[in-house]
């Protein structure tokens, strides 16, 4: 099983959809979790990170499941502006700094 | 407040030349990373270092080198070129005292290399 996982799309939605993803990741004493955002040729930049009671950033929600070892990513009313690769990052112990990324997935926002 | 910066941000290579991707920071930050990035393969570490003078190889080191002379640099080499070495590779740069909510990584915006 591989480190992290997330399905790599593409998603295609329509404006206004609301669209989630999923991670999941296999390292159980995994203790930091975040989002990064990647537009094309561009380097990942952080969209949030994933707290263990879930935390909200305006039409952005993310949530962790430690028993189930997944976290996702909720976008409501999705933009043109969103369309971009969602990468699913996570660390390798407490206090690590070391870092695990998922190959991405692609979000399209369609007009 | 420049950051990370990469230079060159793009290069062309023939096979079995060599040369040096430079990463500076001016963030006094302790630890340093080289990933590449390809189609369909994610980001994956190549070296790392956790302070200046002291370097780990990551996921994917073969064929490079690394040095962290100073604490604000962090050079990666390729001593023989090779088409497999073709990817856009990114460096980054976290503060001490481990990753956390508020201590995340920041990246460079990238150098695009391409081995003929």
């Known amino acids: 099983r591989k480190e992290v996982e997330q399905d790599p799309g593409p998603f295609n939605v329509p404006e206004g959809a609301t669209v989630a993803f999923n991670c999941t990741y296999s390292n159980s004493a995994s203790q930091s979790f975040f989002w990064y955002r990647q537009d094309c040729r561009k380097e990942p930049k952080l969209l949030m990170s994933v707290y263990s009671s879930g935390n909200e950033d305006g039409r952005f929600t993310a949530q962790l499941n430690r028993a189930s070892q997944y976290i996702s990513l909720l976008i409501r009313d999705s933009k043109l502006s969103d369309s971009a690769t969602y990468l699913c990052?996570?660390?390798?112990?407490?206090?690590?700094?070391?870092?695990?990324f998922g190959k991405g997935t692609k979000l399209s926002v369609i007009p | 407040n420049a950051g990370v910066t990469q230079t060159p941000k793009f290069r062309v290579l023939k096979t079995g030349q060599s040369m040096t991707l430079l990463c500076a920071q001016d963030m006094n930050h302790e630890y340093m990373y080289w990933y590449r990035q390809d189609p369909g393969m994610g980001l994956r570490l190549i070296h790392y270092s956790v302070g200046e003078g002291t370097t780990a190889k990551g996921e994917v080191p073969d064929g490079y080198n690394v040095s962290r002379l100073k604490k604000q640099n962090f050079l990666l080499g390729l001593e023989s070129a090779a088409p497999s070495q073709t990817s856009v590779y990114f460096c980054a740069t976290l503060s001490g005292g481990g990753i956390s909510g508020a201590n995340v990584l920041t990246f460079g915006a990238g150098s695009r290399l391409t081995v003929l």
């Open positions: 990052v996570v660390t390798s112990g407490a206090g690590s700094y070391q870092l695990t």
